[in-house]
Protein backbone atom coordinates (compact mmCIF):
# COMPACT_ATOMS: atom_id res chain seq x y z
CA UNK A 1 0.00 0.00 0.00
CA UNK A 2 1.39 3.05 -0.81
CA UNK A 3 -1.48 5.89 -0.72
CA UNK A 4 -1.18 7.49 2.79
CA UNK A 5 -4.32 7.09 4.86
CA UNK A 6 -5.69 8.73 8.28
CA UNK A 7 -7.79 5.86 9.06
CA UNK A 8 -7.95 2.42 9.51
CA UNK A 9 -6.68 0.05 7.42
CA UNK A 10 -9.27 -1.64 4.83
CA UNK A 11 -8.05 -5.30 4.95
CA UNK A 12 -5.99 -7.76 7.15
CA UNK A 13 -2.52 -7.67 6.23
CA UNK A 14 -0.35 -10.73 6.39
CA UNK A 15 1.49 -10.41 9.28
CA UNK A 16 1.82 -7.96 12.47
CA UNK A 17 4.22 -6.72 14.38
CA UNK A 18 3.29 -5.21 17.87
CA UNK A 19 4.64 -3.27 20.01
CA UNK A 20 4.14 -4.08 23.67
CA UNK A 21 4.01 -1.04 26.20
CA UNK A 22 1.59 0.83 24.98
CA UNK A 23 -0.05 -1.09 22.44
CA UNK A 24 -1.11 -4.12 24.03
CA UNK A 25 -1.01 -3.07 27.82
CA UNK A 26 0.01 -0.57 30.25
CA UNK A 27 1.29 -1.76 33.34
CA UNK A 28 -0.32 -4.76 33.92
CA UNK A 29 -3.68 -4.11 31.99
CA UNK A 30 -4.43 -4.92 28.79
CA UNK A 31 -5.18 -1.34 26.49
CA UNK A 32 -9.19 -1.68 25.61
CA UNK A 33 -10.02 -4.48 22.71
CA UNK A 34 -6.31 -5.40 22.63
CA UNK A 35 -6.55 -9.07 23.51
CA UNK A 36 -9.56 -9.89 21.43
CA UNK A 37 -8.04 -8.11 18.41
CA UNK A 38 -5.03 -10.09 18.40
CA UNK A 39 -7.18 -13.10 18.96
CA UNK A 40 -9.25 -12.55 15.69
CA UNK A 41 -6.23 -11.43 13.69
CA UNK A 42 -4.48 -15.25 14.53
CA UNK A 43 -8.04 -16.50 13.86
CA UNK A 44 -7.60 -15.61 10.54
CA UNK A 45 -4.32 -17.11 10.04
CA UNK A 46 -2.11 -14.14 10.33
CA UNK A 47 1.61 -14.69 11.78
CA UNK A 48 1.84 -12.45 14.73
CA UNK A 49 5.21 -11.23 16.82
CA UNK A 50 5.39 -8.67 20.00
CA UNK A 51 8.31 -6.13 19.55
CA UNK A 52 9.67 -4.03 22.13
CA UNK A 53 12.62 -1.60 23.02
CA UNK A 54 12.35 -2.39 26.99
CA UNK A 55 15.36 -4.56 27.90
CA UNK A 56 14.41 -4.91 31.29
CA UNK A 57 12.88 -8.29 30.80
CA UNK A 58 13.72 -11.45 28.99
CA UNK A 59 11.36 -13.11 26.04
CA UNK A 60 10.03 -15.18 28.41
CA UNK A 61 8.99 -12.72 31.08
CA UNK A 62 7.13 -11.32 28.19
CA UNK A 63 5.55 -14.35 26.99
CA UNK A 64 4.52 -14.91 30.74
CA UNK A 65 3.09 -11.17 31.09
CA UNK A 66 1.05 -12.00 28.21
CA UNK A 67 -0.38 -14.91 28.78
CA UNK A 68 -1.59 -13.64 32.12
CA UNK A 69 -3.40 -11.03 30.48
CA UNK A 70 -5.26 -13.64 27.95
CA UNK A 71 -3.23 -13.12 24.98
CA UNK A 72 -1.61 -16.32 23.38
CA UNK A 73 2.53 -15.66 23.58
CA UNK A 74 5.95 -18.35 23.62
CA UNK A 75 9.34 -16.74 23.93
CA UNK A 76 9.58 -17.42 19.78
CA UNK A 77 6.55 -14.56 19.62
CA UNK A 78 8.91 -12.32 21.28
CA UNK A 79 11.35 -9.97 19.30
CA UNK A 80 13.37 -7.44 22.16
CA UNK A 81 16.46 -4.92 21.41
CA UNK A 82 18.57 -7.19 23.48
CA UNK A 83 18.29 -9.49 20.45
CA UNK A 84 18.81 -6.88 18.27
CA UNK A 85 21.85 -6.42 20.26
CA UNK A 86 23.16 -9.52 20.43
CA UNK A 87 22.80 -10.64 16.57
CA UNK A 88 24.79 -6.73 16.22
CA UNK A 89 27.38 -7.70 18.38
CA UNK A 90 27.67 -11.30 16.84
CA UNK A 91 28.42 -9.03 13.73
CA UNK A 92 30.81 -6.84 14.35
CA UNK A 93 31.74 -7.60 17.63
CA UNK A 94 31.73 -11.00 18.51
CA UNK A 95 35.72 -10.75 20.31
CA UNK A 96 35.16 -7.15 21.56
CA UNK A 97 35.58 -6.77 25.74
CA UNK A 98 32.08 -5.15 26.67
CA UNK A 99 31.69 -2.34 29.40
CA UNK A 100 27.79 -2.72 29.82
CA UNK A 101 25.52 0.26 31.53
CA UNK A 102 22.71 -1.60 31.91
CA UNK A 103 20.82 -3.81 34.28
CA UNK A 104 21.62 -7.67 35.41
CA UNK A 105 19.24 -9.12 33.44
CA UNK A 106 21.18 -7.54 30.37
CA UNK A 107 24.45 -8.06 31.70
CA UNK A 108 23.54 -12.29 32.31
CA UNK A 109 22.08 -12.75 28.97
CA UNK A 110 25.68 -10.68 26.87
CA UNK A 111 27.64 -13.23 29.31
CA UNK A 112 25.72 -16.23 28.79
CA UNK A 113 25.70 -15.26 24.68
CA UNK A 114 29.63 -15.79 25.00
CA UNK A 115 30.51 -12.23 24.85
CA UNK A 116 33.74 -11.18 27.25
CA UNK A 117 32.72 -8.98 29.99
CA UNK A 118 34.98 -6.19 31.91
CA UNK A 119 34.26 -3.63 34.47
CA UNK A 120 37.34 -1.70 33.75
CA UNK A 121 37.11 1.44 31.65
CA UNK A 122 41.22 0.74 30.12
CA UNK A 123 40.07 -2.32 29.05
CA UNK A 124 36.78 -1.99 27.09
CA UNK A 125 36.12 -2.14 23.03
CA UNK A 126 32.58 -1.30 23.52
CA UNK A 127 30.35 0.29 25.75
CA UNK A 128 26.92 -0.79 25.74
CA UNK A 129 24.39 1.57 27.11
CA UNK A 130 20.94 0.44 27.87
CA UNK A 131 17.76 1.54 30.08
CA UNK A 132 19.06 1.41 33.14
CA UNK A 133 17.65 2.35 36.65
CA UNK A 134 20.81 1.66 38.08
CA UNK A 135 22.33 4.39 36.63
CA UNK A 136 24.77 6.06 38.15
CA UNK A 137 28.13 8.56 38.40
CA UNK A 138 30.26 5.89 38.63
CA UNK A 139 28.89 4.18 35.63
CA UNK A 140 28.94 7.33 33.63
CA UNK A 141 32.63 7.97 34.91
CA UNK A 142 33.48 4.51 33.66
CA UNK A 143 31.97 4.98 30.27
CA UNK A 144 33.65 8.29 29.80
CA UNK A 145 37.23 6.74 30.59
CA UNK A 146 36.23 4.08 28.04
CA UNK A 147 35.24 5.98 25.06
CA UNK A 148 36.65 9.31 25.39
CA UNK A 149 40.37 8.06 27.06
CA UNK A 150 40.13 4.70 25.71
CA UNK A 151 39.04 5.03 22.78
CA UNK A 152 36.09 2.14 23.17
CA UNK A 153 32.83 2.44 20.56
CA UNK A 154 29.82 2.75 21.72
CA UNK A 155 26.26 0.90 21.29
CA UNK A 156 22.80 1.33 22.80
CA UNK A 157 19.83 -0.78 23.06
CA UNK A 158 17.40 1.78 22.23
CA UNK A 159 16.28 5.67 21.73
CA UNK A 160 13.28 5.95 23.82
CA UNK A 161 13.43 8.80 26.05
CA UNK A 162 11.48 7.83 28.38
CA UNK A 163 9.20 4.11 28.70
CA UNK A 164 5.28 4.62 29.71
CA UNK A 165 3.83 3.36 32.39
CA UNK A 166 0.77 3.88 34.22
CA UNK A 167 2.37 6.22 36.96
CA UNK A 168 3.67 9.06 33.73
CA UNK A 169 6.54 6.82 32.71
CA UNK A 170 10.59 6.58 33.19
CA UNK A 171 13.84 8.01 31.53
CA UNK A 172 14.74 5.52 29.22
CA UNK A 173 17.65 4.23 27.34
CA UNK A 174 17.97 7.68 25.49
CA UNK A 175 18.35 9.90 28.46
CA UNK A 176 21.50 7.20 29.60
CA UNK A 177 22.67 7.36 26.18
CA UNK A 178 22.44 11.42 25.96
CA UNK A 179 24.88 11.61 29.06
CA UNK A 180 27.15 9.46 27.84
CA UNK A 181 27.52 10.85 24.35
CA UNK A 182 27.65 14.92 25.95
CA UNK A 183 30.41 14.54 27.77
CA UNK A 184 32.50 12.13 25.46
CA UNK A 185 31.22 14.03 22.27
CA UNK A 186 31.32 10.66 20.98
CA UNK A 187 27.94 9.36 19.01
CA UNK A 188 26.76 5.72 19.11
CA UNK A 189 27.67 3.65 16.38
CA UNK A 190 24.51 1.78 16.76
CA UNK A 191 21.75 2.09 18.58
CA UNK A 192 20.30 -1.80 17.95
CA UNK A 193 16.16 -1.20 18.87
CA UNK A 194 13.46 -0.05 16.77
CA UNK A 195 13.53 2.15 14.67
CA UNK A 196 16.77 -0.14 13.73
CA UNK A 197 17.06 -2.08 10.26
CA UNK A 198 18.44 -5.07 12.87
CA UNK A 199 15.46 -5.05 14.57
CA UNK A 200 13.51 -4.72 11.58
CA UNK A 201 15.31 -7.61 10.12
CA UNK A 202 14.59 -9.79 13.35
CA UNK A 203 10.76 -8.97 13.45
CA UNK A 204 10.56 -10.33 9.28
CA UNK A 205 12.52 -13.06 10.13
CA UNK A 206 10.27 -14.51 12.60
CA UNK A 207 7.29 -13.32 10.36
CA UNK A 208 7.68 -15.19 7.34
CA UNK A 209 6.23 -12.78 5.07
CA UNK A 210 7.22 -9.98 2.63
CA UNK A 211 7.59 -6.26 4.18
CA UNK A 212 5.16 -5.15 1.86
CA UNK A 213 2.95 -7.17 3.59
CA UNK A 214 3.34 -6.54 6.92
CA UNK A 215 2.30 -3.99 9.34
CA UNK A 216 4.24 -2.68 12.45
CA UNK A 217 1.27 -1.22 14.92
CA UNK A 218 2.31 0.51 17.57
CA UNK A 219 2.31 4.00 19.82
CA UNK A 220 5.46 5.82 18.77
CA UNK A 221 5.80 7.81 15.63
CA UNK A 222 9.87 8.01 16.31
CA UNK A 223 10.28 3.93 16.92
CA UNK A 224 7.09 2.25 15.76
CA UNK A 225 6.35 4.52 12.84
CA UNK A 226 9.94 5.08 11.53
CA UNK A 227 10.65 1.46 12.00
CA UNK A 228 7.99 0.69 9.64
CA UNK A 229 8.64 2.89 7.06
CA UNK A 230 12.24 2.50 7.18
CA UNK A 231 11.58 -1.25 6.52
CA UNK A 232 8.85 -0.94 3.84
CA UNK A 233 6.41 -1.90 6.18
CA UNK A 234 2.95 -0.43 6.66
CA UNK A 235 2.83 1.91 10.03
CA UNK A 236 -0.44 1.88 12.31
CA UNK A 237 -0.04 4.05 15.12
CA UNK A 238 -2.37 3.48 17.59
CA UNK A 239 -3.52 6.43 20.15
CA UNK A 240 -3.12 4.33 23.31
CA UNK A 241 0.30 5.27 24.76
CA UNK A 242 2.88 7.97 23.97
CA UNK A 243 1.77 9.99 20.69
CA UNK A 244 -1.41 12.17 20.68
CA UNK A 245 -3.50 13.67 17.69
CA UNK A 246 -1.78 16.55 18.27
CA UNK A 247 1.59 14.95 17.78
CA UNK A 248 0.15 13.08 14.67
CA UNK A 249 -1.28 16.34 13.36
CA UNK A 250 2.77 18.12 13.79
CA UNK A 251 4.74 15.19 12.63
CA UNK A 252 6.93 15.65 9.46
CA UNK A 253 6.28 13.46 6.31
CA UNK A 254 9.62 10.74 7.82
CA UNK A 255 7.50 9.83 10.70
CA UNK A 256 4.08 9.92 9.41
CA UNK A 257 2.19 6.34 10.06
CA UNK A 258 -0.39 5.21 7.01
CA UNK A 259 -3.14 4.50 9.11
CA UNK A 260 -4.24 5.91 12.55
CA UNK A 261 -6.34 4.43 15.00
CA UNK A 262 -7.82 5.49 18.36
CA UNK A 263 -7.58 1.95 20.00
CA UNK A 264 -6.60 -1.55 18.89
CA UNK A 265 -10.24 -3.28 17.36
CA UNK A 266 -9.89 -0.32 14.73
CA UNK A 267 -7.72 -3.10 12.89
CA UNK A 268 -10.52 -5.23 12.23
CA UNK A 269 -13.36 -2.06 11.45
CA UNK A 270 -15.02 -3.64 8.36
CA UNK A 271 -13.02 -6.77 8.01
CA UNK A 272 -14.62 -9.98 7.26
CA UNK A 273 -12.90 -12.78 9.41
CA UNK A 274 -14.50 -16.00 9.75
CA UNK A 275 -14.36 -18.92 12.41
CA UNK A 276 -11.49 -20.46 13.16
CA UNK A 277 -11.92 -23.44 11.50
CA UNK A 278 -11.47 -21.45 7.89
CA UNK A 279 -8.24 -21.64 6.49
CA UNK A 280 -6.68 -18.55 5.39
CA UNK A 281 -6.88 -18.90 1.92
CA UNK A 282 -10.58 -19.06 2.46
CA UNK A 283 -10.33 -15.85 4.62
CA UNK A 284 -8.62 -13.99 2.10
CA UNK A 285 -11.10 -14.86 -0.46
CA UNK A 286 -13.91 -13.32 1.62
CA UNK A 287 -11.72 -10.14 1.89
CA UNK A 288 -11.32 -9.52 -1.57
CA UNK A 289 -14.94 -10.34 -2.18
Known amino acids: ?32 GAVETIRRIRQAGRPVVFVTNNPLHSAADYAGKLRGLGVEATTADIVTATDALVSYLRSSGQQARLLVLGETLLVDTLSAAGFSLTQEAAAADIVVVSFDRTFDYPKLLAAYRAVRLGGARLVATNPDPYCPTPDGGLPDCAAMLAAVQACTGAVAEAVVGKPSSHMAAAVLDRLGVAAASAAVVGDRLSTDMVMARSAGMAGVLVLTGATSPADVAAAEAAVMPEYVIQTMPELLVGVPIRHEAATSRETRDLERA
Open 1 to 32: MTAEHRGPPPALFDGYAFDLDGTVYLGDTPLP
